[in-house]
């Protein structure tokens, strides 16, 4: 299911608009080194903390673009999506702060910790079953109910276009980066950072990492078109949905590699970055450093930016302690 009356590729100049969009509702968010972390890797390690925004996920900054590029006619119904967490919780926020309503659609298994964040910003939630079917079947009832504006997770230029401007601060912030890595479920983040680098700094690789137990994205890549999972299970909830055209047009045109990692070297990962680095992480989030520690030759010797992409942990349910 799509906004289908807003199906276009996004373009830099998109990506500039709603940096100047979006300023007033988000939070240029810091750059962290890690010595032990570079040592650990052999590259020259930079975090993007976007763990460190209102909502605690990089998604605020699509979903503000969408909800404050609404006229005033189409903001009167409110906006809608289905998610499982991160962006039903950033659409929530950017909807309570324009004072407009905001229905989700979240699997039943999303974490307490990111329905309660939702229910915070005043997003009415409906749940669904835990796969891709149940959860587009239940939107689809649930926007005809509503008529809120239809705000894709990933799968919206307006997103994307959001998700874009995390990048060039990066690029600004860095003086510039060899490769830059973030997580890829949907691919909101990779097509938004794909879409800066390739017109700001073309010499930066773009490289996606993805769970072992959740690499449609991987499979897709290798074989040339979209390959979906209805149901994967990992420990990275936010990356259980699978590619869309929008992204996967910016993933076949501007993706370097996707690397895969597995559940222990997810958890040892995102270990690592509490530790170390001192910040809370998702472990969606720790499956880009899980892919360079297990790739070392691919980083050796390079200027490598980390997008920590979230920080909405259940702390009474973290990965490595027994429930």
């Given at each position: 299911?799509?906004?289908?009356?807003?199906?276009?590729?996004?373009?830099?100049?998109?990506?500039?608009?709603?940096?100047?969009?979006?300023?007033?509702?988000?939070?240029?968010?810091?750059?962290?080194?890690?010595?032990?972390?570079?040592?650990?890797?052999?590259?020259?390690?930079?975090?993007?903390?976007?763990?460190?925004?209102?909502?605690?996920?990089?998604?605020?900054?699509?979903?503000?673009?969408?909800?404050?590029?609404?006229?005033?006619?189409?903001?009167?119904?409110?906006?809608?999506?289905?998610?499982?967490?991160?962006?039903?919780?950033?659409?929530?926020?950017?909807?309570?702060?324009?004072?407009?309503?905001?229905?989700?659609?979240?699997?039943?298994?999303?974490?307490?910790?990111?329905?309660?964040?939702?229910?915070?910003?005043?997003?009415?939630?409906?749940?669904?079953?835990?796969?891709?079917?149940?959860?587009?079947?239940?939107?689809?009832?649930?926007?005809?109910?509503?008529?809120?504006?239809?705000?894709?997770?990933y799968n919206d230029p307006r997103v994307i276009a959001g998700q874009a401007t995390c990048s060039k601060?990066?690029?600004?912030?860095?003086?510039?980066?060899?490769?830059?890595?973030?997580?890829?479920?949907?691919?909101?983040?990779?097509?938004?950072?794909?879409?800066?680098?390739?017109?700001?700094?073309?010499?930066?690789?773009?490289?996606?990492?993805?769970?072992?137990?959740?690499?449609?994205?991987?499979?897709?890549?290798?074989?040339?078109?979209?390959?979906?999972?209805?149901?994967?299970?990992?420990?990275?909830?936010?990356?259980?949905?699978?590619?869309?055209?929008?992204?996967?047009?910016?993933?076949?045109?501007?993706?370097?590699?996707?690397?895969?990692?597995?559940?222990?070297?997810?958890?040892?990962a995102m270990k690592l970055t509490w530790k170390h680095l001192r910040v809370v992480m998702e472990p969606?989030?720790?499956?880009?450093?899980?892919?360079?520690?297990?790739?070392?030759?691919?980083?050796?010797?390079?200027?490598?930016?980390?997008?920590?992409?979230?920080?909405?942990?259940?702390?009474?349910?973290?990965?490595?302690?027994?429930?």
């Open positions: 299911m799509m906004n289908d009356v807003r199906m276009y590729i996004p373009t830099y100049a998109d990506m500039l608009a709603a940096q100047e969009r979006i300023k007033p509702h988000i939070r240029r968010t810091p750059v962290l080194r890690s010595d032990h972390l570079s040592a650990l890797t052999g590259a020259d390690l930079f975090f993007k903390c976007e763990n460190l925004q209102e909502p605690g996920a990089f998604k605020v900054r699509g979903a503000s673009n969408a909800v404050f590029g609404l006229d005033a006619e189409q903001a009167k119904l409110g906006v809608a999506t289905h998610s499982s967490g991160n962006h039903a919780s950033c659409l929530s926020y950017a909807a309570m702060r324009r004072g407009i309503p905001c229905n989700v659609v979240m699997p039943r298994t999303a974490p307490q910790a990111k329905k309660d964040t939702v229910r915070r910003y005043g997003g009415k939630i409906t749940e669904c079953e835990p796969s891709t079917t149940s959860r587009e079947e239940t939107f689809a009832r649930v926007q005809a109910e509503t008529g809120g504006d239809f705000v894709h997770p601060e990066f690029i600004e912030q860095t003086d510039g980066l060899d490769m830059i890595v973030a997580p890829i479920g949907g691919g909101g983040m990779i097509s938004g950072t794909c879409l800066t680098l390739s017109t700001l700094a073309p010499e930066t690789k773009v490289i996606a990492a993805e769970p072992e137990q959740a690499d449609d994205a991987y499979r897709s890549f290798k074989a040339g078109h979209i390959i979906a999972d209805d149901a994967p299970k990992t420990i990275a909830d936010g990356l259980l949905v699978p590619l869309k055209d929008l992204t996967w047009h910016f993933v076949q045109a501007h993706v370097s590699e996707i690397f895969t990692a597995s559940e222990e070297e997810i958890i040892e969606s989030s720790a499956v880009p450093l899980a892919t360079i520690l297990k790739n070392p030759a691919a980083v050796k010797g390079k200027r490598v930016g980390i997008i920590i992409t979230g920080g909405n942990v259940d702390l009474d349910r973290l990965p490595w302690t027994k429930n």
